[in-house]
């Protein structure tokens, strides 16, 4: 299984997301993390499923989360 990295910038902002989802709708700032946890486990398994934005970078559209991540 690949490891997956997030920077400590990019774990910030994962946060700040979650926090804005939760202002705007109870529960949307736990999904958004679960659904994170779920893409990670995804890519981590099968990284060469989910396409390349950039050299060193995985990412996708995730059940309705757009988001990027490092591979290393």
């Known amino acids: 299984m690949k490891p997956i990295i997030f920077l ?5 902002e ?3 997301a979650a ?3 939760q202002e705007q709708a109870s529960g949307l700032g736990l999904d958004f993390l679960l659904e994170i946890e ?4 995804s890519i981590a398994q099968s990284p060469h499923t989910w ?3 950039r ?3 995985e ?5 309705g ?3 990027e991540f490092y591979t290393g």
């Open 14 to 16: 994962m946060l700040e």
């Open 19 to 21: 926090r804005y989802y």
């Open 59 to 63: 990412g996708g559209l995730s059940e």
């Open 51 to 53: 396409r390349s934005l």
């Open 55 to 57: 050299a060193s970078y």
């Open 65 to 67: 989360f757009p988001w």
């Open 8 to 12: 400590p910038e990019a774990e910030q």
């Open 38 to 41: 779920r893409a990670v486990h």
